[in-house]
């Protein structure tokens, strides 16, 4: 199996930044590839939602409320992808979830973001 461990979420203020990363690990990645990786968030009460994803070729796709604010990257050679997150609103304050996925999907257990006003 995959696991994705996520590290970098806290509490700021609006306006401030933090950088989520998360790390894939396991045996199997020495035979598959996560042909896509990203985050999703999930606020209390609310159902999850698409970040953003990025393909192992570099594609990326965003969810509206967060273009132009966020940046999602990954390292192919790490397993590992980023997410740069600038301009923070109140409203972006949600657990946010690692996600891979290649046969499978795989999901991290999620790491806290804050943004206090």
């Known amino acids: 199996q995959v696991q994705l461990v996520e590290s970098g979420g806290g509490l700021v203020q609006a306006g401030g930044s933090l950088r989520l990363s998360c790390e894939a690990s396991?045996?199997?990645?020495?035979?598959?590839?996560?042909?896509?990786m990203g985050w999703y968030r999930q606020a209390p009460g609310k159902q999850r939602e698409l970040v953003a994803t990025?393909?192992?070729?570099?594609?990326?796709n965003y969810e509206d409320s967060v273009k132009g604010r966020f940046t999602v990257s990954r390292d192919n050679d790490k397993n590992t992808v980023y997410l740069q997150m600038n301009s923070l609103k109140p409203e972006d304050t949600a657990v946010y979830y690692c996600y891979a996925l290649s046969i499978l999907n795989y999901w991290g257990q999620g790491t806290q973001v804050t943004v206090s006003s």
């Open positions: 990025i393909t192992s070729g570099g594609i990326t």
């Open positions: 396991g045996s199997i990645l020495s035979r598959i590839s996560l042909n896509r």
